[in-house]
């Protein structure tokens, strides 16, 4: 059963699957504008506005990221749309969704627990509206959710109900507890276009939290 949780709440990962070796972060969304509604006019033509706004679908680019940090904060590699594999091989980004169309996940961000380097203490996901003159305000039906990369098991849900002028959101963390995984969820605002200029967001709340 899918757990969901809210802003820094957080459970170990063994309690929800018997096996888990590989985990995906998956990433969905919608996105619109808003457009003053046309009246009158020949064939919808040189009409009027009401003063009234409607929702308009909209192509908006959020890239998920992903920032492998130590127990310090210190962000030892970003994995991201321009960069896909990690020089370790264990975290894997299948790739750009430019539009944010269609069911599901629109990106995907794989990571082998079992083989990443010891100095690895947090996975941190990272989301980042990367189209000029788009904020969180543009976006809606967000969420991010973590499932088992060996039998597709959802094990975590969280929706990113965060609607702002902000450009980027720390969505969540995995990290070392204890011989265990424990997932986080962070839901931190933010600003940035690129998952670069997160990492200073990205630190301060691991050194917060642990």
Same mark, same amino acid.
């Given at each position: 059963m899918?757990?969901?949780?809210?802003?820094?709440?957080?459970?170990?990962?063994?309690?929800?699957?018997?096996?888990?070796?590989?985990?995906?972060?998956?990433l969905?969304?919608?996105a619109?504008?808003?457009?003053?509604v046309?009246?009158g006019?020949?064939?919808g033509?040189?009409g009027?506005?009401? &003063?009234?706004?409607? %929702?308009v679908?909209m192509d908006?680019d *959020? #890239? $998920? /990221?992903c920032?492998?940090?130590?127990k310090?904060?210190?962000?030892?590699?970003?994995?991201y749309f321009n960069?896909l594999?990690?020089?370790?091989k264990?975290?894997?980004?299948?790739?750009d969704?430019r539009?944010?169309d269609?069911d599901?996940?629109?990106?995907?961000?794989?990571v082998?627990?079992?083989?990443?380097?010891?100095n690895?203490?947090h996975?941190?996901?990272?989301v980042?509206?990367?189209?000029?003159?788009?904020?969180f305000?543009n976006v809606?039906n967000?969420?991010?959710?973590l499932?088992? &990369?060996?039998?597709? %098991?959802?094990?975590?849900r969280?929706? *990113? #109900? $965060? /609607?702002?002028t902000h450009?980027?959101?720390v969505?969540?963390?995995?990290?070392r507890m204890?011989?265990d995984?424990?997932f986080t969820s962070?839901l931190e605002?933010?600003?940035g276009r690129t998952?670069?200029?997160?990492?200073?967001?990205?630190?301060?709340?691991?050194k917060q939290?642990?």
């Amino acid at each position: 059963m899918t757990i969901s949780l809210k802003k820094n709440q957080g459970i170990s990962l063994s309690k929800t699957t018997n096996s888990l070796s590989t985990v995906v972060m998956g990433l969905g969304w919608d996105a619109f504008m808003m457009k003053e509604v046309k009246i009158g006019g020949i064939f919808g033509m040189f009409g009027s506005t009401t &003063g009234k706004k409607k %929702k308009v679908p909209m192509d908006v680019d *959020l #890239d $998920a /990221s992903c920032l492998l940090m130590d127990k310090n904060g210190n962000a030892l590699e970003s994995i991201y749309f321009n960069k896909l594999t990690s020089r370790c091989k264990n975290v894997k980004h299948t790739g750009d969704n430019r539009t944010g169309d269609g069911d599901g996940d629109d990106e995907q961000i794989k990571v082998n627990l079992e083989s990443l380097p010891s100095n690895v203490e947090h996975v941190v996901f990272v989301v980042n509206a990367f189209s000029r003159n788009v904020s969180f305000n543009n976006v809606e039906n967000a969420f991010c959710r973590l499932f088992n &990369g060996r039998d597709g %098991k959802e094990m975590v849900r969280t929706e *990113l #109900d $965060a /609607s702002g002028t902000h450009t980027a959101i720390v969505m969540a963390k995995v990290s070392r507890m204890n011989g265990d995984w424990q997932f986080t969820s962070l839901l931190e605002p933010c600003d940035g276009r690129t998952v670069g200029q997160v990492i200073p967001v990205a630190k301060k709340i691991i050194k917060q939290q642990g």
